[in-house]
């Protein structure tokens, strides 16, 4: 059973479409994060949320964090091919600390 | 390189050999971390160092999981008597403390135990 749950596990559109990836837990963290991995790669942060009801946006990224610090949503506008790969959220439980637990990731497939 | 180096990027070995997986973080990051990532699933927590002391090795599957690191710097992780459930991708990164930075990654090692 994994904490943090990520939806949906596959997601193939056209170039253009925009989409929303999801990622929800029962706990409560300090912060999340979100990454990206290319095949073959290691993860790469996109973006950190802190706050309850925060909102960052990368570009045609925007990230948001649940008021209760227990959810995240990854929203892409106008995907581009090159957003293709594996998003991932995790997030951070206790107060300090880099201890980050994983979800299973969304696979993004953003055909041309 | 600047990044966190992994090796050896592949390794396929026999059921029942050890093998050791080796990570350099990058320099002056304290802290150092090793995830296990198996296919269609997310990572795994396997154990953090800071310096080369280990505070939590509660993510290490068994005892035939081990991991050290020396000179605050390079860390090996072994896994002894391989089992086919143990294959997988073996992520390292390094951050600049524990308590703060962003986690960089290297590219893995892919371990297939046959």
């Known amino acids: 059973t994994q904490l943090l749950e990520q939806s949906p596990q596959f997601l193939s559109i056209q170039e253009g479409e925009n989409l929303t990836v999801y990622c929800n837990s029962s706990?409560?963290?300090?912060?999340l994060q979100w990454y990206r991995q290319e095949p073959g790669e290691g993860p790469v942060l996109l973006v950190t949320?802190?706050?309850?009801?925060e909102v960052k946006k990368l570009k045609r990224l925007t990230f948001q964090f649940g008021d209760a610090r227990k959810d995240s949503s990854l929203h892409i506008t106008a995907a581009q091919p090159g957003d293709t790969g594996l998003y991932l959220c995790a997030g951070v439980q206790g107060e300090y600390g880099n201890k980050l637990v994983f979800g299973a990731g969304t696979i993004l497939r953003v055909k041309s | 390189g600047a990044g966190v180096s992994q090796s050896p990027s592949n390794k396929v070995t026999e059921k029942g050999k050890d093998v050791e997986l080796r990570c350099d973080p990058i320099s002056g990051h304290t802290a150092l971390y090793w995830y296990r990532q198996r296919l269609g699933q997310g990572l795994e927590f396997l154990i953090y160092?800071?310096?080369?002391?280990?505070?939590?090795k509660s993510g290490l599957p068994s005892d035939r999981f081990s991991a050290e690191r020396t000179g605050e710097s390079v860390s090996t992780l072994t896994i002894q008597r391989t089992q086919q459930e143990d294959s997988a991708v073996y992520l390292c990164a390094s951050s600049l403390s524990y308590n703060t930075g962003e986690l960089f990654f290297g590219e893995g090692s892919r371990l297939t135990v046959l």
């Open positions: 706990s409560v963290f300090s912060s």
């Open positions: 160092f800071q310096g080369n002391s280990a505070p939590d």
């Open positions: 949320v802190v706050t309850g009801g």
